[in-house]
């Protein structure tokens, strides 16, 4: 498909692990990014990962790549309620192409 | 080092009514790209900037909508005249280098509604 497609909701339990699902579209895309944003609040770059790695890993936070699925996936450890917003996967296409994101999972932490 | 700074924060207008958004990007960075981000979707490119150069503006809509960045640095989104399904959160963004590969950073939003 031509989207970037990720899960709408996630609600986890504080301390437990989050994981954020994305499947992006080109397998020639070179960066692709995960973005944080907080109600009323523009975005927050959080991460990101070339598209020659398999893994990126940045204190709590863990991103895995899998290229022959064109799947990311975001990882945060000991999750706080802090960590409540939305998070947008985004990709960066082959080309002169615009940042393409997805629409964004709702993680919810229940304290 | 500042952020992406957005001036106003929020906007309500009635609808047929010119509005401004600005936009200073971070210091030394080249490139500057306006978003449209819709409820419940992510952000869309509008019109991307290399220096004072509009390099992709194909989703600009161009009937209503202008922008300018005259001297390569900060940078205005008009619209006129504004219509109710221009509500939205217009989101300036910038980058280092060019060519639209780089990290963009975000600014906070201008909020626009429409009656």
């Known amino acids: 498909g031509e989207d970037v497609e990720q899960s709408l909701f996630l609600s986890v339990r504080e301390g437990d692990s989050s994981v954020i699902n994305c499947t992006y579209t080109d397998s020639s895309s070179t960066y692709l990014y995960w973005y944080k944003q907080e109600p009323g609040a523009g975005l927050q770059l959080l991460t990101y990962i070339f598209s020659n790695m398999d893994m990126k890993q940045d204190q709590r936070l863990t991103v895995l790549l899998n290229k022959k699925d064109k799947h990311l996936s975001l990882r945060i450890a000991d999750t706080q309620t802090g960590d409540s917003a939305i998070y947008f996967c985004a990709e960066i296409r082959s080309g002169n192409t615009p940042l393409v994101f997805g629409k964004g999972t709702r993680l919810s932490v229940i304290a | 080092e500042a952020g992406v700074v957005q001036s106003p924060r929020y906007k309500i207008i009635e609808k047929k009514q010119p509005v401004a958004f600005w936009c200073n990007p971070i210091s030394g960075h080249n490139t500057l790209y306006w978003y449209l981000q819709n409820l419940g979707q992510g952000p869309e490119l509008l019109i991307r900037?290399?220096?004072?150069?509009?390099?992709?503006d194909s989703q600009l809509p161009k009937d209503r909508f202008s922008a300018e960045r005259l001297k390569g640095v900060d940078s205005t989104l008009k619209i006129q005249p504004a219509e109710l399904g221009d509500s939205a959160v217009y989101l300036c963004a910038s980058s280092r280098g060019q060519g639209g590969q780089e990290t963009q950073y975000f600014g906070p939003g201008t909020r626009l509604l429409v009656l």
């Open positions: 900037y290399e220096n004072e150069e509009a390099v992709d």
